[in-house]
Nanobody, 118 residues
Framework: QVQLVESGGGLVQPGGSLRLSCVAS????????MGWYRQAPGRQRELVAT???????NYAHSVKGRFTISRDNAKNTVYLQMNSLKPEDTAVYYC????????????WGQGTQVTVSS
């Protein structure tokens, strides 16, 4: 069983910053790509940023230059540093990981709410 647990969400004013964390735990051998996705009310879930096991990153155009994804492989943790937050960044943010247990499988966290409002 693999679990992803996000933390770090909350309420922040426009222009502010937040740092999300996601820790993977359970029985597995390795983690390949990890990423962050978000879903705003009434909208489909969308990719925010991903990072491979080797550290290659990919960002949605809307967050490029404001958000930074990173990971600590020793801690099975992925981070999302969010700066210059805008009201349109308000959403539930979900962690995703491609994990090798008995086979490669895709896992999601439960989500953490980020609200950007004055």
């Amino acid at each position: 069983q693999v679990q992803l647990v996000e933390s770090g969400g909350g309420l922040v004013q426009p222009g502010g910053s937040l740092r999300l964390s996601c820790v993977a735990s359970g029985n597995f051998f390795s983690i390949n790509a990890m990423g962050w996705y978000r879903q705003a009310p009434g909208r489909q879930r969308e990719l925010v940023a991903t990072i491979t096991g080797g550290g290659t990153t990919n960002y949605a155009h809307s967050v490029k230059g404001r958000f930074t994804i990173s990971r600590d492989n020793a801690k099975n943790t992925v981070y999302l540093q969010m700066n210059s937050l805008k009201p349109e960044d308000t959403a539930v943010y979900y962690c995703n990981a491609d994990v090798l247990g008995s086979k490669w499988s895709d896992h999601w966290g439960q989500g953490t709410q980020v609200t950007v409002s004055s």
